[in-house]
């Protein structure tokens, strides 16, 4: 049973589409981030979201945290080519420098 | 670029070969980790150091041995490896005991291959 549990775990669409990733857990992080990483490559880190019902924005990239601090969603609007890669969230305990990954959910955007 | 680099890139190895991974970081934080990632997995933590002092090893088997000389250099030295050790390892970086959220850094990874 993983901790962090994210879904869809792969996402088709169509450029100018509109989706939602989820990251679910029964426990209570002190943070949550959210990665991009591309083939390849390293994750690159997004945003992190510290306060239970914290909503940030980038760009057309909007992360809530869930109020309960054990959920966060990810919501992309008008989805590019460019959006292309695997998405991860991590959640932080509130002691030590442990991070615990999802398994990540591989968006495709088509042209 | 993050600030964090790893070489090589990639590499093949059979299983009575030993080889090393090395990782360095540009960013002056105090906290280095070494990751695997498999397919379709989360990412698995395998070792913390702070402050060049280990204070993790996440039930890691021995032919996967650590070593940190500084706070900026990471290696993790690889001998009798198995087929099921293939994966993408990544190395991170953070800065701890500054109030902050655990932000960690990630460079580009190592793809290894075992025959």
């Known amino acids: 049973t993983q901790l962090l549990e994210q879904s869809p775990q792969f996402l088709s669409i169509q450029e100018g589409e509109n989706l939602t990733v989820y990251c679910n857990s029964s426990s209570v992080f002190s943070s949550l981030q959210w990665y991009r990483q591309e083939p390849g490559e390293g994750p690159v880190l997004l945003v992190t979201v510290v306060t239970g019902g914290e909503v940030k924005k980038l760009k057309r990239l909007t992360f809530q945290f869930g109020d309960a601090r054990k959920d966060s969603s990810l919501h992309i609007t008008a989805a590019q080519p460019g959006d292309t890669g695997l998405y991860l969230c991590a959640g932080a305990w509130y002691y030590g420098n442990k991070l615990v990954f999802g398994a990540g959910t591989i968006l495709r955007v088509k042209s | 670029e993050t600030g964090v680099t790893q070489t090589p890139r990639h590499l093949v190895m059979g299983m009575t070969n030993k080889k090393s991974l090395k990782c360095e970081q540009h960013?002056?934080?105090?906290?280095m980790y070494w990751y695997k990632q498999s397919a379709k997995k989360p990412l698995e933590l395998m070792f913390v150091?702070?402050?060049?002092?280990?204070?993790e090893n996440n039930s890691v088997p021995s032919r996967f041995s650590p070593e940190c000389p500084n706070s900026s250099h990471l290696f993790l030295h690889l001998h009798t490896l198995q087929p099921e050790d293939s994966a993408l390892y990544l190395c991170?970086?953070?800065?701890?005991?500054?109030?902050?959220?655990?932000?960690?850094?990630f460079g580009p990874g190592t793809r290894l291959t075992v025959l």
């Open positions: 991170a970086s953070s800065q701890q005991g500054t109030g902050e959220t655990d932000t960690q850094y």
């Open positions: 150091y702070n402050f060049k002092e280990q204070t």
């Open positions: 960013l002056g934080h105090n906290a």
